[in-house]
């Protein structure tokens, strides 16, 4: 890939992903075999206006040996040095930027339950942290092929093939291949964005029901406060940044205890490395209460029982079966870029972010309204091309918002 084009990418990443602000600190996370992307994206980083860039690297392998050979204890311990980072980020607010191309079967052989264990360990000393900078702070996660993950996408070919495709693949759907015009194809994707998001918020949605004859049958319930939001997002302290690129999206968080029936995934799950495939999660009085799968059931049953919100859904989210993405007629075995080709749910955390007025809410407040809370934020693909989607209003009316796999209605 030429150098100018990645270039780019790294310069949309750091000026409308993160959106650096003049003096801010930067912590980019990646794995180790992206040293030549990473210090395009530190310079840039720098040229943007930051005032300090630090990189966090990360190997799948080192993982995989840590939990093999550390006992619970360690691998659930903060250490000091750890939290006084901790809190050093809730005071500074530095912009995170991560890059993913981890292997999705990069972790496969690892002991699921021993890690699980040590996160929920170690969750309990972060998350008063992560709560203080919830909704305070830039952040964007971006993709970079790796040589495994691109392989795993393209295995007919070699392996700098596999690399080259895949960065075509991800460069296009990120709207950032050569000769466009980033920054332009971003802002009017997000005018469409926020347009279908006015849409669905002026309906007054109280329920969704979801049909497709995969056997999906589903329902489930809307906080009356929240807001359907899409593509760019605004800190408390009124700096618009782009979180995820790509993202064709329109998502909102449900109303914890809401939801009854069944849903199908429409494309494989990667989460912690390992692949889950052709499942079903059944719901009851908002909660995961079955769940099969042909592939990956222990992990998707540790998945859900990994804190007492993990079995309740924290966001629907709403995406065409056109989307750009799917169209490109590839599987991406990477949350990132599959729950952007279709319909998602996701098991664990709530956006708060998507309540109306949060910045003047607490965060008890939130909860109490619905919005849910966990250790994880898991999304898994429903949409199918035959997907329907009724929104059952406040008011008494029944609107169509989907039709065959895409939306009901234009903006």
């Known amino acids: 890939m030429k150098k100018s084009v990645l270039r780019n990418y790294a310069r949309l990443i750091a000026v409308e992903g993160g959106r650096i602000q003049k003096g801010q600190n930067v912590i980019i996370v990646s794995e180790i075999d992206q040293g030549d992307f990473v210090t395009m994206l530190v310079d ?96 964007c996660i971006a993709a970079v092929p790796g040589a495994a993950w691109a392989k795993k996408v393209f295995p007919h070919l070699s392996k700098h093939q596999a690399v080259e495709a895949l960065w075509e693949a991800i460069l296009s759907t990120c709207r950032a291949s050569e000769g466009m015009d980033a920054v332009a194809e971003w802002d009017a994707h997000n005018r469409e964005l926020k347009a279908r998001c006015a849409y669905l918020n002026h309906l007054g949605i109280e329920t969704l029901e979801y049909h497709a004859s995969n056997g999906t049958d589903f329902t489930v319930g809307m906080i009356e ?84 919100g993990a079995s309740y859904l924290g966001e629907c989210a709403l995406v065409p079966w056109s989307s750009p993405i799917n169209q490109t007629g590839l599987l991406f075995y990477n949350t990132l870029f599959d729950e952007n080709a279709c319909c998602h749910l996701a098991l664990g955390m709530g956006f708060i972010d998507t309540i109306e007025g949060y910045a003047d809410r607490t965060l008890d407040q939130m909860r109490e309204m619905g919005v849910n809370d966990s250790m994880i934020h898991v999304d898994f ?11 059952h209003c406040r008011d008494g009316r029944t609107v169509p918002v989907f039709e065959n796999g895409t939306w009901a209605f234009e903006v």
Request: overall charge negative.
């Open 381 to 391: 693909m429903i949409g199918t091309e035959d997907l329907t989607i009724t929104a």
């Open 44 to 139: 840039e980083c720098y040229k943007a206006g930051a005032r300090s860039v630090r990189v966090e690297w990360q190997h799948q392998a080192l993982e995989k040996l840590h939990v093999r050979h550390q006992s619970v204890k360690t691998l659930g311990t903060v250490e000091k040095w750890e939290e006084e980072k901790l809190r050093w980020q809730t005071e500074d607010l530095p912009v995170r930027i991560y890059l993913d191309s981890e292997d999705p079967d990069g972790l496969k052989g690892m002991n699921q339950a021993k890690a699980a264990k040590g996160r929920q360990a170690r969750y309990k000393i972060v998350k008063p942290y992560r709560d203080q900078m919830e909704g305070r702070y830039q952040w």
């Open 225 to 308: 406060e929240a807001r359907f939001c899409g593509g760019a997002e605004d800190t408390i302290g009124g700096v618009t940044f782009n979180p995820n690129m790509p993202t064709e999206e329109c998502f909102i968080s449900p109303k914890r205890g809401v939801a009854e029936g069944i849903v199908y995934s429409s494309k494989p799950l990667s989460w912690q490395g390992e692949l889950i495939e052709n499942f079903s999660v059944r719901f009851h009085e908002g909660k995961a209460v079955e769940v099969k799968a042909e592939k990956g059931q222990a992990l998707l049953e540790k998945m859900i029982s990994m804190d007492e």
